[in-house]
């Protein structure tokens, strides 16, 4: 089983609609969660962190889910500028704090 | 502020050649790393340093030598090129650990491996 795992995609939906993307990990010892968003032939920037208790930022939601262990990345209103694929991160917690990326869900907004 | 920058952008090797490829940035972050990105592999990191002068090995260090002599540059060898080497690489540094902040990239160096 991978360490990080997300469906790839792509998502393709209308402008103004809602999407979710989960992300689930494998090993329970996680301790930190992101999510980071990457342009097409860009390098990934840091769109949020995950808190244990969930957390929103304007259209975006995210949630953890120690039990089942996976994270969710929510978009409400879809904007054309949302297109883009979404990378889930995980940390183990330790010296280093070994960060491990998943492999990304590709969105689509459509006019 | 630049943040972070590689050079160069873009590189084509044949089998055999050797290449260096430069970070640098300036937000006196501690830690740098480097990651190569395959499609379908996410990102994969390669060896990453945890302050001036020193570095340690990632997931997929084979074929590769950093070195750190100054804080604010990373630099990533590749002594003998092959094929397999053929990615897209990704700088990145934080201030402290990545596992508790955030991560800047640099804008990538997309190298073909002939």
């Known amino acids: 089983r991978k360490e990080v795992e997300q469906d790839p995609g792509p998502f393709n939906v209308p402008e103004g609609a809602t999407v979710a993307f989960n992300c689930t990990y494998s090993n329970s010892a996680s301790q930190s969660f992101f999510w980071y968003r990457q342009d097409c032939r860009k390098e990934p920037k840091l769109l949020m962190s995950v808190y244990s208790s969930g957390n929103e930022d304007g259209r975006f939601t995210a949630q953890l889910n120690r039990a089942s262990q996976y994270i969710s990345l929510l978009i409400r209103d879809s904007k054309l500028s949302d297109s883009a694929t979404y990378l889930c991160v995980v940390t183990l917690s330790g010296g280093y704090q070994k960060v491990t990326f998943g492999t990304g869900t590709k969105l689509q907004v459509i006019p | 502020n630049a943040g972070v920058t590689q050079t160069p952008k873009f590189r084509v090797l044949k089998t055999g050649q050797s290449m260096t490829l430069l970070c640098a940035q300036d937000?006196?972050?501690?830690?740098m790393y480097w990651y190569r990105q395959d499609p379908g592999m996410g990102l994969r990191l390669i060896h990453y340093s945890v302050g001036e002068g020193t570095t340690a090995k990632g997931e997929v260090p084979d074929g590769y030598n950093v070195s750190r002599l100054k804080k604010q540059n990373f630099l990533l060898g590749l002594e003998s090129a092959a094929p397999s080497q053929t990615s897209v690489y990704f700088c990145a540094s934080s201030y402290r650990g990545g596992g508790y902040n955030e991560q800047f990239f640099g804008p990538g160096t997309r190298l073909t491996v002939l």
């Open positions: 937000m006196n972050h501690e830690y």
